[in-house]
């Protein structure tokens, strides 16, 4: 029996532990048949029933956590694009955390909606199966609403889901709110470095080391170089620290960034932009953009 050479995403949306083993076992099981490696992102008390259910075929499926699996959309992407990209027919259940290093509840529900709708729009011709299973008992009705938007099928229904919407992923992109008052700024030219420093300065006053560090630099200095190679002038970058999070703001004079997917797929090696966002999107662990304005958050 041949693999379909199109993505299958499909949303599970239970009420009850067992409608969820009724549906995982059967699909992993299938991917077993196929000679396919498939895993299953859940938690542990359905990681520990859908093992019991499988039996010894459960040392055949790789078993992850959510919320190491799912850390950030961006990253898990990346993960996916390589996955799908060696050829071999992917099969996963993957139940989504939606939480995330320095994310409020409000940016967790939409950036995990923003991932699945990537999902759909990018992966569509890639030789994978996708069940993300949505406990409807215990998440919040946005939640559940997002994911019938985002999924062309749901498990068990006949067919198109008729409230699957193509156009979803443009509905999340809302306007940045300004920047605080008391925010530290500079306005910078021709070269990345004097914003890299500005950052680096700012963030380890805010108790910032190591890996972070460098992490914040590295994504300060792409961003920049970003505002100089594509935007205008002015340029400025500033930085802040709230609610347990250091966020700094780069922004030039030019039209920005127009596409809901910037910086969430892997460019090519040959395109002419796009890297910088994306390097961004992987170090941080929350970009947000809204034209030549491109904000990113660290977790304190």
Sequence with gaps: MSHAHALKHSALLYERPEELVGAAVPFLRSGLERGEAPCAVLPPQRQADVRDALGDAADDVEFHAPEEWYDTPA???AHLTEAV???????????????GRGLTAGEAVREWGRFEAILTGAF???KARLLCPYDTSRLPAAVVENARRTHPHLHGQYGANRDFDAAFIGALDGSLPPVPEDAAGLSFDE???PAREFVTAHAESAGITGRKLEDLRLAASELATNAITHGRP????????RDGRFSCEVRDGGRGIESAYAGF???????PNGRGIWIARQVCDLVEVEGSRVRVHMAL
């Design 265 to 271: 797929l892997v460019p090519a090696l040959a395109a």
């Design 191 to 193: 070269r990345p470095g």
């Design 124 to 126: 569509a011709h890639a």
């Design 234 to 241: 002015p340029r400025s970058i500033s930085a802040w620290v």
């Design 85 to 99: 990209g060696r050829g071999r027919p992917f099969r996963a259940v993957g139940e989504l955390a939606f939480s």
């Design 75 to 77: 990253r898990r992407l």
